[in-house]
Each structure stands twice: as C-alpha cells, then as structure tokens.
C-alpha cells in the first residue's frame, strides 16, 4: 500500500456524531471503534463508548479520521487547520449548504476574485471548511 497523508480531527466526546454527519454530507462508508472495541483504559471520561479511531471513506475518494482524545492528550481548538473540499463537480455546492448547517459562514459562497466558486465555514463541530469549484479556463 502506497502511503497516505488524511486528515485526523480530534474531539472531546462528539466524534461519533460529526463522523456520522460528514457521512451524510459526503456519503461513503464509515468505520468507527471505540476504545472498549480496543480494550484501551483510557478512554475519555472513562466512557468505552467514546472513538478511538474512525474512517470515513468516500465514493469521490476522499479520506477523514477522528477520535475523541484521551486526558493525556492536549486539546486545544483553533483556525490553525482547515478541510479543503475542491475539484470542478457542482455537487460541492451542495456540500457547503450542508456543511454550514448549524454553523458559521466565514466566507459567502460566490464567485471569487481567482474566478471559481467559493466560500468557508466553521462548522457546528468547529471545525473549518473551505469548499472551491474550480472554473473551466480557457
């Protein structure tokens, strides 16, 4: 297997529910383990049920990771890291209509100054998006 570089967010109790929302945005099939599947003791807030390691792999060919970080493990949300969701199908204006449910548009969806369709968002799991249609040039 070639190797890989995917995107792995992090969460303090609410993998499962952006996991499974990315999913319906993006479709695909997702795969989630707990830390009681692992028999890891640390899980978060000593609750088994949490994520240790989810994929979601989608029809378009795009990877994400999450998990619920354990204690030991710093978390500290921030702007630092965006998901760039681009290529030149319609479809990913759909995507950012969903993606934006319940969270916050940081950049209206329009046309840009660099020509293609754009916008970005925070999404209701804090996490930020930038979705692009790349215009045909000629």
């Known amino acids: 297997m070639a190797s890989q570089l995917n995107p792995c967010l992090a969460f303090t109790g609410n993998a499962r529910q952006a996991m499974e929302f990315y999913r319906e945005v993006l479709g695909g099939e997702l795969n989630l383990g707990t830390y009681g599947d692992f028999g890891s003791p640390e899980a978060p807030g000593s609750d088994p049920d949490q994520?240790?390691?989810?994929?979601?792999?989608?029809?378009?060919?795009?990877?994400?990771?999450?998990?619920?970080?354990?204690?030991?493990?710093?978390?500290?949300?921030?702007?630092?890291?965006?998901?760039?969701?681009?290529?030149?199908?319609?479809?990913?204006?759909?995507?950012?209509?969903?993606?934006?449910?319940?969270?916050?548009?940081?950049?209206?969806?329009e046309k840009q100054s660099w020509g293609d369709e754009a916008g970005s968002l925070v999404d209701k799991f804090g996490i930020t998006w930038m979705v692009n249609i790349a215009q045909r040039r000629s």
């Open 51 to 109: 994520v240790m390691h989810s994929v979601l792999s989608t029809p378009d060919g795009y990877t994400v990771m999450a998990w619920d970080v354990p204690e030991r493990v710093p978390f500290r949300p921030g702007n630092n890291v965006a998901l760039f969701l681009g290529g030149d199908d319609g479809k990913l204006r759909d995507c950012f209509e969903k993606l934006s449910a319940g969270g916050t548009v940081t950049l209206p969806w």
